[in-house]
Nanobody, 124 residues
Framework: QVQLVESGGGVVQAGGSLRLSCAAS????????MGWFRQAPGKEREFVALFASSDGSTYYADSVKGRFTFSRDNAKNTVYLQMNSLKPEDTAVYFC?????????????????WGRGTQVTVSS
């Protein structure tokens, strides 16, 4: 069982930066694949970034590639999403998610554990 708690959201002007954090509980945190998703009003939840615990690889949605960076601190059981050059279209509730290794894909249904989300608002 894994419990996830996001923090770091807020209101920022376009072009600004935010760093989201996701604190996780659980003895086997380091083995989990971790993901970030977001959901804007009236839209489906979409994939943002993935950290593969198997080899340390990171994967990003095309819309955030080059602007967002996923990092992980196993000693603190925490993952981060550094978001730079933010755009108004990045406005959404951002969710942290975790799943067991061995599952393939980047859709929300492939993740078992979810945080409650943190709001990110980018003003133009």
């Amino acid at each position: 069982q894994v419990q996830l708690v996001e923090s770091g959201g807020g209101v920022v002007q376009a072009g600004g930066s935010l760093r989201l954090s996701c604190a996780a509980s659980g003895r086997t945190f380091s083995s989990y694949f971790m993901g970030w998703f977001r959901q804007a009003p009236g839209k489906e939840r979409e994939f943002v970034a993935l950290f593969a615990s198997s080899d340390g690889s990171t994967y990003y949605a095309d819309s955030v590639k080059g602007r967002f960076t996923f990092s992980r601190d196993n000693a603190k059981n925490t993952v981060y999403l550094q978001m730079n050059s933010l755009k108004p279209e990045d406005t959404a509730v951002y969710f942290c998610a975790a799943r067991d290794p061995g599952i393939v894909g980047t859709t929300p249904r492939t993740f078992k554990y979810w945080g409650r989300g943190t709001q990110v608002t980018v003003s133009s």
